[in-house]
């Protein structure tokens, strides 16, 4: 059974940090594209941070320089280290594998699997 299971969200002052987990298992993610994506309130989800396990990394432009997505693949765990926080950071962050790597990366249909997700929250 594929699982991604989402770790380290919670509240945090404007201008701090947070480091997200997603743990993978129930497969071989070797050759995935690895995303995290976001959802607040009244807001359709929306991309954030995806990357190729040979290291290639991509940004929305919200979160570039202040969000670095990596990951451990000896693990299957990728993180998602989140600086400078601002409140319209605030939002469910999902963690999502992408089979196909068909070079869509922001695009969440070719997401096939997906975490529950966890809570970030940005006070001001």
């Known amino acids: 059974q594929v699982q991604l299971v989402e770790s380290g969200g919670g509240l945090v002052q404007a201008g701090g940090s947070l480091r997200l987990s997603c743990a993978a298992s129930?497969?071989?993610?070797?050759?995935?594209?690895m995303g995290w994506f976001r959802q607040a309130p009244g807001k359709e989800r929306e991309f954030v941070a995806a990357i190729i396990w040979s290291g290639l990394t991509y940004y929305s432009d919200s979160v570039k320089r202040r969000f670095t997505i990596s990951g451990d693949n000896a693990r299957n765990t990728v993180y998602l280290q989140m600086n400078s926080l601002i409140p319209e950071d605030t939002a469910v962050y999902y963690c999502?594998?992408?089979?196909?790597?068909?070079?869509?990366?922001?695009?969440?249909?070719?997401?096939?699997?997906w975490g529950q997700g966890t809570q970030v929250t940005v006070s001001s």
């Open positions: 129930g497969r071989t993610f070797s050759n995935d594209v």
């Open positions: 999502a594998a992408d089979p196909n790597s068909r070079g869509y990366y922001s695009t969440l249909s070719e997401y096939d699997y």
